[in-house]
């Protein structure tokens, strides 16, 4: 007997049961320069990549500067932020991408080691590298 289909239940499958990411994710290493909204910019580096998302790592610096007057990372607000990074590998000639997106979430991982979660709103430059990437990833997988 197949449970009835209901909108809690829905939801709780969509939350916790089914992985809400509408692309696969990839490990990188990619380093980058984040700004804040207000212009303010730190190092980072991209340690897993989408085509609708990235995860960010850094030091605490990263996130003083990304999301200024955040107390609890599990309180954080989406903020906007603009990212700047080189897309290159054996089959990506060396390309600037620029980036604007929203962040998900924020977390410590220890040890002066913190993420931030984003999802791209727009592309500024480099959006072809980026797709391109991705799906050369994709096919390797």
Do not use: K, W
Request: proline fraction near 6%; include cysteine; charged fraction near 25%.
């Amino acid at each position: 007997m197949e449970p009835l289909s209901t909108p809690h239940r829905r939801r709780v499958e969509s939350t916790y049961l089914v992985d809400l990411r509408r692309h696969p994710r990839f490990d990188t290493r990619i380093p980058a320069r984040a700004c804040s909204a207000s212009g303010v910019g730190v190092d980072a580096v991209i340690t897993n990549i989408s085509l609708s998302g990235l995860r960010l790592e850094g030091d605490l610096l990263m996130i003083q500067t990304l999301l200024p007057g955040l107390e609890r990372l599990d309180q954080h607000a989406p903020t906007p932020l603009q990212l700047a990074f080189v897309m290159s590998d054996d089959t990506v000639r060396p390309t600037g991408v620029t980036v604007r997106c929203q962040t998900v979430y924020a977390r410590s991982e220890g040890d002066d080691n913190y993420q931030i979660g984003v999802m791209i709103t727009a592309f500024d430059e480099g959006r072809d590298a980026y797709a391109e990437y991705i799906l050369t990833r994709q096919a390797e997988s």
